[in-house]
């Protein structure tokens, strides 16, 4: 199994000197796994698309598409009580999952939870009680505030374009951040992201495969490629290194980056990254 660069007290120390400084110019980031990134910026953090257990290994042990994890656990959910916003970009449970977010969200009694509104009523039944006025749902077109994080729901593809598939823009002090969530490539995408000023891009690698029976995604190539098409400053590579068979090398994502010219980063789950990197 991989092992996070930092896991559970020595990341836990990791952040809190990170949140420590207050420059305004620097974002302090690590991957958690999966799609799941903890963003910092002045102290104040960000938590996108968090999958902290080991819930689907055990829902799918017994069938013919089991789950085998394949990257350790960064960090009990239970821990991160310093979050001011946790987002979930669509339903499934790596995205969604309620093992991770009541256990986060017991432990930040302010924090919220920003999703696509047509998903808010799915969310709270799936994380029950502790969802309870914490979920803030937004529709397209429109952004909401929490703390100093700024969102706005943008289109994503996870092979079909629909509303309860979501991407945010988020905009956080002099930075603009992309999560695309879960999604494939779609006509006009470029065109409807390169008017954001993307100054980091978060993207899923692991492609789309029929033998796997789930939903796809942009393979390493397409995502380096719509990174530079869209202008962002950098972009890091994310969905992958989380279950066996569903998963994808980042070389081809770094070989097409470098032939762009496009700036990238591939993070170790449990490390931290700053941007811009001095």
Known sequence: MIQPVLQDDAFLA???AARANRAPDELFVWWLGQSGFLVCHRGDCLLFDPYLSDSLTRKYAATD???VRMTARVVDPARLD???AITSSHNHTDHLDAETLQPILAANPATKLVLPAVNASFAATRIGAPAAGRLVGVGAGETAGVGPFTFQIVPAAHEVLAPEFA???VRVGRFTLYHSGDTVHYDGMEDRLRPF???LAFLPINGAAPERRVSGNLNGS???RLAHAIGARCVVPCHYEMFAFNTAS???FVAECRRLGQRHAVLRAGERWMFPKP
């Open 82 to 84: 310093f979050l001011a």
């Open 167 to 169: 991407g945010f823009m």
């Open 14 to 16: 990791n952040v809190a």
């Open 197 to 199: 000023g993307i100054d």
């Open 222 to 224: 397409e995502a380096a």
């Open 250 to 252: 980042p070389d081809s």
């Open 65 to 67: 598409k089991p789950h």
